[in-house]
């Protein structure tokens, strides 16, 4: 099954490193034994939206393919349309599956933003310290999936993971340093000559101070000058200010995806799992 969403053939990315990708023809089997609790790293990639009574042959997959609805506690679920098609997606919502909708946006040249801080310059995580500073920067009080010592924990996982990526050649990880301090961070991943964005945070502290747009601007800036970098993409939620921030760089809206995401919130209240903005 050859993906025509340039959001989804980037996320593999990650994917592919941690886990394996399976071809069914139909749908893609998105598996990583390691993490067997991470949403968003055991799914099912279908060809089309979903339609009148794929609600039960897509649960059905997907219980063949990555394990038990009840036994997982989860079923996560996307499709390749890049113009946003939903198709018959109120059965799932029916059923307790939550929709998210994602804007994808590309850019092949960038501008400063309106909000450039100059103060903020931007290096990559190479310490311990540095990598640690990933859980501070990510943490979210309104975190919903399990205690704040699970989200601590799926952090910790989380960038892990992405040093691992970091170590292996494939991508980079630069902080923003305001005042000694690191404020904010990105990940930028690559596959020739594009490269992915992924899990940009801001701390807390530190919101509407420019960092993000003065991060991903700069991020960006390297991104084309020294790693030969033609386009990048960016994952922003749809109902979230981010995308706008994008945009303020040169960021153009090209794509939109739409995931299911079902959990049982019980199994999870002492678990690790997917974090809503990490792509």
Request: aromatic residues 12%; contains cysteine.
């Amino acid at each position: 099954m050859k993906l025509k969403f340039l959001a989804l053939r980037t996320d593999l990315l990650f994917n592919r490193f941690s886990g394996e990708v399976i071809d069914r023809k139909e749908y893609l089997v998105v598996k990583t034994a390691s993490r067997p609790n991470y949403f968003w790293g055991n799914y099912l990639i279908m060809k089309d939206p979903p339609r009148e009574g794929d609600l039960g042959n897509w649960i059905g997959l997907f219980e063949k393919e990555i394990g038990s609805k009840n036994d997982r506690g989860f079923v996560t679920l996307t499709w390749d349309s890049v113009d946003g098609e939903e198709g018959v997606i109120q059965p799932f919502s029916d059923l307790g599956f939550s929709i998210q909708r994602s804007m994808i946006l590309t850019a092949e040249e960038v501008h400063c933003p309106p909000k450039y801080n100059p103060d903020i310059s931007i290096r990559p995580l190479e310490s311990e310290e540095d990598w640690e500073s990933y859980i501070d920067i990510h943490y979210s009080p309104d975190w919903e999936y399990g205690s704040d010592e699970s989200q601590k924990e799926f952090l910790k996982n989380e960038y892990e993971h992405f040093r691992t990526m970091v170590d292996s050649g494939v991508g980079i990880r630069l902080g923003a340093e305001l005042g000694g301090k690191l404020v904010g961070d990105l990940g930028i991943y690559w596959d020739g000559d594009v490269g992915r964005f992924n899990s940009v945070g801001t701390h807390r502290d530190f919101r509407r101070q420019g960092v993000c747009s003065t991060l991903v601007y700069l991020a960006s800036e390297y991104a084309f000058e020294n790693r030969g970098i033609k386009k990048l993409v960016m994952e922003a939620d749809e109902e979230y200010h981010a995308a706008k921030i994008y945009e303020s760089i040169g960021f153009i809206p090209t794509e939109k995806l739409t995931m299911l995401e079902w959990y049982d919130k019980s199994k999870f209240q002492l678990g690790s799992v997917q974090e809503t903005s990490t792509k």
